[in-house]
């Protein structure tokens, strides 16, 4: 069993910054694909971002483009998801999930591991 914990979050202003954390513990963590969702108030959950175990290859969705930045680093079983230059749209609960399948599976949000979020509030 994999636990993954997400934080980070906070209220912030518009065209502030933040960095996002979540930590994976439980069984031997390797081999597994990362990534980002979130979902705002009355929305459904959305892809963000995700990123390959080994070589780090990384996608985004389209909006974020720019703007957020995944990254991780193995050695701390740690994915990070930068987002610069907030603006009010980016409110929404930023969920991690892990898959040791496909990248693909996890854009699709069909991954096997989810946290529990960490709520991200951008203020004008």
């Known amino acids: 069993q994999v636990q993954l914990v997400e934080s980070g979050g906070g209220l912030v202003q518009a065209g502030g910054s933040l960095r996002l954390s979540c930590v994976a513990s439980?069984?031997?963590?390797?081999?597994?694909?990362m990534g980002w969702f979130r979902q705002a108030p009355g929305k459904e959950r959305e892809f963000v971002a995700a990123?390959?175990?080994?070589?780090?290859?990384?996608a985004y969705t389209g909006p974020v483009k720019g703007r957020f930045t995944i990254s991780r680093d193995n050695a701390k079983n740690t994915v990070y998801l930068q987002i610069d230059n907030l603006k009010p749209e980016d409110t929404a609960v930023y969920y991690c999930?892990?898959?040791?399948?496909?990248?693909?599976?996890?854009?699709?949000?069909?991954?096997?591991?989810w946290g529990q979020g960490t709520q991200v509030t951008v203020s004008l």
């Open positions: 439980g069984r031997a963590f390797s081999g597994y694909n």
């Open positions: 999930t892990a898959d040791e399948g496909r990248l693909g599976t996890v854009v699709a949000g069909h991954g096997r591991y």
């Open positions: 990123i390959t175990w080994s070589e780090g290859k990384t």
